[in-house]
């Protein structure tokens, strides 16, 4: 059981119902922080925070997926950061929409423990802003997680029109650079302009350190290490954090 | 001994089954061989299995775990509902002409009328050895033929005429005379209601623990008594006990129009959009019907191309069809007819869907997943919003349709033709390694769109595979849409030969793992001397 401090004086201050700053996991806890919690809960509350795969709630400052949320998942292994991220609650019964992302390996996803049952996709061009959006705000109704790949044309204005509505239906999106695919060119891991932005909540970064199995000449590919760093428009200084992916399971 | 029940209401029906049709399927497609010990999984159960397996232990419903643990050798194969139509078809199509009419419950499975055909072909007993001999022809498959009144005698018979497929038998015929299923029924053990679905395995366990072990110990029962204590579903099982069907027919024609159906303005070449005007005709059809308390029990599913080719079949499904579970079955049929050796030679012009055996709803009829969820509702919801909004080709589910190459293992079906429901039958993969499939891990990215890449040695030169599946020369360089990386650990490669039976879509694939120093992992395919992404590892 993980301790949650709760700093409801700056989610009361600024309408954040639910934001990055109103939950704060003690793993990824600044002393700084600590004077202005308030209340102290024993346990993620579900009916705000949709759970992830234990060694993300260690990172992830509320200890998962705070609805309402806004996640970017960059740098060249967000694919299957984003997967890993969004695997248990839709384990546990949330349905996942996947918005313009038709590359994305189904295979993969079922590996990681994302449920195909309560799969859908949409099949969307980011580069239409307008039908993009409008595709989430329609999911965002009755689909608690939304992968979306993101232009990196995208404007703050639309963004900020789909992020009210996943507020206000209390899902969470998480979002791919829309060129992370092989189709896509190589992956501009370097696209972080416009994540910093007040749009996004969290920015999760990805990169693989490490391939286990494969040789010269022999072997198969195997696990990888995986760095993840977590920043957030209310974590004073982002957190890094290495993880093993074996066969689909996360581990520290 | 007076027979307790009425001669009218129970036809005499002939079954023909094939036990582990899924195996024979597979087996029909080359996929195992038929001497072998083999398994057809479905999410991660043994769906089927052959006789050299169920030799060795090997029994349906086990975990794979369990499976291999009794049977180490045992070949495992994913489960396709598509396969075993199309296998099926020749006997369906064999069938149809020696019968004028009969009812598909699924591949592998069919009954008919037995009263005209029986009197042709010179007896019950008569015209069950033709059929044995005739299935037995068309798949090398074991087949049992079971003749009796009502339906689910019929389906018992023919089950226990196949009883012990370990023993040498690939086939038999069982034959109750008219009059006696209640007879026939009282000595089996109660348990035959679960295996044939018409009585959920709670109930039954509770019979058997208190004592009530054979159908005829259940039959004796006052149905009063039943009635009340187990309810509705207690009620039908008593009926079946006694030799009775469960829903007896409706006796009347059935009412012509009733019958839904649409004409392509343009004809159409491939399923999926007859699928989907499929879809809008069964949601028309079923609702039409629930808002009258009636459910289908027998369709009628017929298709026309421009050049008169037509397909019917008739889907009979006890507790009624949903809109879902007919555009399944449209699905089945117009792939097996399409898949047939020479296909189709136009378009299809007609999609007609015509209830042929209409009863009342009678509750017993939720679906196979259990119920749904809030999430669950909201979601459907959503995906006919969607639908709506973005077009119903761009809202999509996956299916799992096996393969090696991982752009085949699974693909997108629209959402507003799949059961969303019961994707069990949609994402049946069951995990089974596919023979000369990459394992674990799968890789996240899956190209599209055909991805070329150039794979160098380190004079530059791109590397060859040779045609015993070995490489040229050690590959230094992987360039990928102009920028290029420098290979650090690479294996492979590993031949794949797809579709070798037909000369049109056959193609020779060698599969290579590259790792660069940019942190990514690539599977890549060389295919005529060039070499494509098939997926990275991202």
């Known amino acids: 059981m993980r301790t949650v401090v709760r700093g409801s004086l700056s989610e009361a201050a600024d309408g954040d119902p639910g934001g990055v700053g109103a939950i704060i996991g003690a793993t990824a806890l600044d002393r700084s922080v600590v004077g202005t919690a308030a209340t102290l809960v024993s346990h993620t509350d579900p009916d705000r925070v949709l759970p992830v795969v234990d060694p993300l ?58 449920s195909l049952e309560r799969t859908l996709a949409i099949d969307i061009d980011p580069r239409r802003h307008d039908a ?42 998480v979002t791919l650079p829309a060129g992370a695919g092989a189709v896509g060119g190589g992956g501009r891991s370097g696209e972080r302009t416009g994540d910093r932005t007040g749009e996004v909540d969290l920015v999760l970064t990805a990169h693989t350190d490490a391939w286990w199995g494969l040789g010269r000449g022999h072997g198969r590919v195997g696990g990888r290490r995986l760095r993840v760093e977590v920043a957030g428009r209310r974590m004073p200084r982002p957190v890094e954090s290495s993880f093993e992916l074996r066969g689909g399971a996360l581990a520290t | 001994m007076f027979a307790p029940m009425d001669a009218w209401s129970t036809p005499r029906l002939v079954t023909v089954w094939c036990p582990d049709w899924p195996i024979a399927a597979a087996c029909m497609s080359g996929a195992v061989a038929a001497d072998e010990p083999a398994a057809v999984l ?30 180490p050798e045992l070949t495992l194969v994913d489960h396709d509902p598509g396969r075993d139509a199309r296998s099926f078809e020749p006997v369906v199509r064999s069938v149809a002409e020696m019968v004028p009419r009969l009812d598909l419950v699924e591949p592998g499975w069919l009954t008919f009328a037995a009263r005209g055909p029986s009197r042709y072909f010179g007896g019950d007993t008569a015209l069950a050895e033709r059929l044995v001999g005739l299935v037995h022809e068309l798949t090398g498959a074991p087949v049992g033929v079971g003749v009796a009144d009502g339906r689910v005698t019929s389906a018992i018979a023919a089950r226990r005429a196949v009883i012990d497929p370990v023993g040498a038998r690939s086939g038999g015929v069982e034959v109750v005379e008219p009059g006696g299923s209640a007879g026939y029924l009282a000595p089996l053990p109660v348990t035959w209601l679960r295996e044939l679905g018409d009585a959920d395995a709670a109930s039954v366990d509770v019979w058997v623990r208190l004592g009530l072990r054979t159908m005829g110990a259940l039959a004796a029962l006052p149905v009063a008594e039943v009635a009340a204590r187990f309810g509705r579903a207690g009620e039908l099982a008593h009926r079946l006990a006694r030799g009775d069907d469960a829903r007896p027919p409706v006796v009347a024609d059935p009412v012509p129009d009733r019958r839904v159906e649409h004409t392509f303005g343009d004809p159409v070449v491939s399923v999926s959009p007859v699928v989907f005007v499929a879809k809008q005709l069964a949601d028309r059809l079923i609702a039409e019907l629930a808002a009258e308390g009636r459910v289908c029990a027998r369709l009628l599913v017929t298709a026309e191309t421009e050049h008169g080719e037509r397909t019917e079949r008739t889907w009979y499904r006890d507790a009624g ?30 999609v007609r869907l015509e209830p042929v055996e209409l009863r009342a709803a009678d509750g017993v009829q939720a679906g196979l997943w259990g119920g749904r969820s809030q999430a669950d509702e909201d979601a459907v919801r959503a995906v006919a919003r969607l639908s709506a909004l973005c077009g119903a080709e761009a809202v999509r589910v996956p299916v799992w349709r096996g393969g090696r190459l991982p752009a085949e293992r699974y693909g997108w079906v629209p959402a507003a033709t799949a059961d969303l429901d019961d994707p069990s039958a949609r994402l049946a993969e069951a995990g089974a390694p596919w023979s000369g499939a990459i394992t674990d891990p799968a890789p996240t990215v899956v190209p599209t769109e055909p991805l070329e890449v150039e794979l160098l040695d380190r004079h530059g030169h791109r590397v060859s595979v040779g045609g015993r599946g070995e490489l040229g020369a050690e590959p230094v360089v992987l360039a990928v849409g102009g920028a290029r990386h420098t290979v650090t650990a690479w294996a492979g490669p590993w031949p794949v030969e797809q579709a070798w039976w037909d000369p049109r879509r056959a193609r020779r694939i060698a599969r290579l793992e590259v790792l660069t120093d940019d942190g990514v992992a690539r599977l890549v395919g060389a295919e005529h001397r060039r070499w494509w992404v098939l997926g990275e590892y991202r």
């Open chain 2, 42 to 71: 479905r999410s991660g159960r043994v769906v089927a299995r052959s006789a050299a397996a169920a030799r060795a232990g090997v029994v349906a419903g086990q975990l794979r775990r369990q499976a291999q643990r009794c049977c």
């Open chain 2, 321 to 350: 069809f949903s809109a879902p579970a007919v555009v399944e079955r449209v699905r089945w049929q117009l792939d097996a007819w399409i898949g047939q050796p020479g296909g189709i030679s136009a378009g299809i012009i007609v």
């Open chain 1, 57 to 114: 709630a260690e990172v992830l400052p509320a200890g998962g997926l705070v609805r309402g949320q806004v996640i970017a998942c960059l740098g060249p292994s967000a694919p299957v950061l984003a997967l890993a991220l969004l695997a248990r609650a839709s384990a546990t019964g949330s349905w996942l929409a996947v918005v313009g992302v038709p590359w994305l390996g189904a295979e993969a996803a079922r590996e990681v423990g994302v």
């Open chain 1, 132 to 173: 993009w959006a409008e595709a989430l705000v329609a999911a965002a109704d009755g689909v608690e997680l939304l992968l979306a790949a993101r232009d990196a044309g995208l404007p703050d204005r639309v963004l900020r029109r789909v992020r009210t509505r996943v507020r206000a239906r209390g899902a969470v999106l």
